[in-house]
Nanobody, 119 residues
Framework: QVQLVESGGGLVQPGGSLRLSCAAS????????MGWYRQAPGKQRELVAG???????NYADFVKGRFTISRDNAKNTVWLQMISLKPEDTAVYYC?????????????WGQGTQVTVSS
């Protein structure tokens, strides 16, 4: 079994910062691409940022310059540093990862962590 466990969400004022973490654990041979998605109430889940195992990153236009994704392959962990947060960033943030196990490769989701930006 593979688990993605997120942490770091919470309530922050507009203009504030948060750092999300996601650690993959279980019978893992290798973690491939990892990413962060978000889903606001009444909206579809959308990609926020992604990072390949080699460190190549991509960002949604609405977070460019404000969010930074990074990872540690040895720890199977990905982070999302968020600055200059806006009320429209309020959403549940989900971690996603491609994981290779002895039984094969699959895609996994974390349980989500709430980020609320409000004064």
């Amino acid at each position: 079994q593979v688990q993605l466990v997120e942490s770091g969400g919470g309530l922050v004022q507009p203009g504030g910062s948060l750092r999300l973490s996601c650690a993959a654990s279980g019978n893992i041979l290798r973690v491939g691409a990892m990413g962060w998605y978000r889903q606001a109430p009444g909206k579809q889940r959308e990609l926020v940022a992604g990072i390949t195992r080699g460190g190549v990153t991509n960002y949604a236009d609405f977070v460019k310059g404000r969010f930074t994704i990074s990872r540690d392959n040895a720890k199977n962990t990905v982070w999302l540093q968020m600055i200059s947060l806006k009320p429209e960033d309020t959403a549940v943030y989900y971690c996603n990862a491609d994981v290779v196990r002895a039984a094969g490769a699959d895609n996994y989701w974390g349980q989500g962590t709430q980020v609320t930006v409000s004064s």
